[in-house]
């Protein structure tokens, strides 16, 4: 890992856990939960808020006033927009993606949750979503909660990651492997 992906894991690790246990003690768990959803979905639709909290030409009042503001309009909880703030303050927005995986993971981990990635050439059913989940519940012993995209790249199959295990039954990942097969023997 490099020195500046560290620095800003350990960075979100911090405000991550005080941000948890403020929410551990305020009862106030399914909030912060909502809060995360909306920024991950205003990260993602966002452009504009991705520029503020990575660029480094907006001063700190403007991006603290700003972060407010949409902290304001989206109907974060105070604890969060108020973390929000203090970030900016200290010019540390720009981990605000690692802070919300954290949270995330703090709080799937508090629930007895794990989260899967999985990667499909096309959109699973609902139907094949629930036959996955119940799979994973089994082989993980744990609630899944599925993170669900799409790669056509990938050809057929799936991709899927638990915590540190992959498994990649992906017609790409084969064809590959059938590549270097070749590639020894010839």
């Not at 992906?5 to 690790?13: D, L, P």
């Not at 915590?163 to 070749?182: C, E, H, V, Y």
């Amino acid at each position: 890992m490099s020195e500046p992906a560290s620095i800003s894991t350990g960075i979100a690790a911090r405000y991550a856990t005080a941000m948890f246990e403020l929410a551990t003690e305020g009862k106030a768990l399914p909030a912060l939960e909502s809060d995360i959803s909306n920024l991950e979905a205003a990260l993602d639709d966002s452009a504009d808020l991705r520029d503020l909290i990575q660029s480094p030409i907006y001063g700190r009042d403007e991006t603290q006033a700003a972060i407010g503001g949409v902290a304001d309009k989206m109907g974060l909880s105070a604890m969060t927009g108020n973390t929000l703030r203090l970030m900016a303050s200290k010019r540390r927005l720009f981990v605000l993606p690692a802070l919300l995986s954290e949270l995330r993971a703090r709080i799937a981990e508090h629930k007895g949750e794990v989260t899967a990635e999985v990667t499909s050439a096309k959109a699973l059913t609902k139907t094949q979503l629930d036959k996955l989940a119940k799979t994973l519940k089994a082989s993980v012993g744990k609630d899944v909660n599925l993170k669900t995209s799409v790669d056509d790249s990938i050809i057929g199959g799936l991709i899927v990651k638990v915590g540190s295990k992959m498994i990649d039954t992906s017609i790409r990942s084969k064809l590959n492997a059938l590549q270097n097969t070749m590639k020894e023997v010839g």
